[in-house]
Nanobody, 124 residues
Framework: QVQLVESGGGLVQAGGSLRLSCAAS????????MAWFRQAPGKEREFVLG????????TYADSVKGRFTLSRDNAKNTMYLQMNSLKPEDTAVYYC?????????????????WGQGTQVTVSS
């Protein structure tokens, strides 16, 4: 059974940094497209960035390019979202997700598995 568990959210001032974690069980990162999405109150779920380690490909939303990066720890089967230079508009619940598809990496409907989300709040 696949399970994704996010952690690391919190309250941070604008310009600060946070690192989110997504601990996975029941799947191998090399077999899935992994992504982060976010959802602010009253807004649709928004793609943040996605990665395919098997294709060696990463794609970012324009709004986070140059500020957010992904990494992973194979031993822990955990991926990390490093968020720097945070802005108030980054405030949202952040979700990690897994999909068997890369061609629809930005489409949240293409994802089979989701974590429960972690709240990120950036104060101005």
């Amino acid at each position: 059974q696949v399970q994704l568990v996010e952690s690391g959210g919190g309250l941070v001032q604008a310009g600060g940094s946070l690192r989110l974690s997504c601990a996975a069980s029941g799947l191998s990162f090399s077999s899935y497209t992994m992504a982060w999405f976010r959802q602010a109150p009253g807004k649709e779920r928004e793609f943040v960035l996605g990665i395919s380690w098997s294709f060696d490909a990463t794609t970012y939303a324009d709004s986070v390019k140059g500020r957010f990066t992904l990494s992973r720890d194979n031993a822990k089967n955990t991926m990390y979202l490093q968020m720097n230079s945070l802005k108030p508009e980054d405030t949202a619940v952040y979700y990690c997700a897994a999909s068997k598809r890369w061609d629809r990496v930005t489409d949240y409907l293409a994802y089979d598995y989701w974590g429960q989300g972690t709240q990120v709040t950036v104060s101005s």
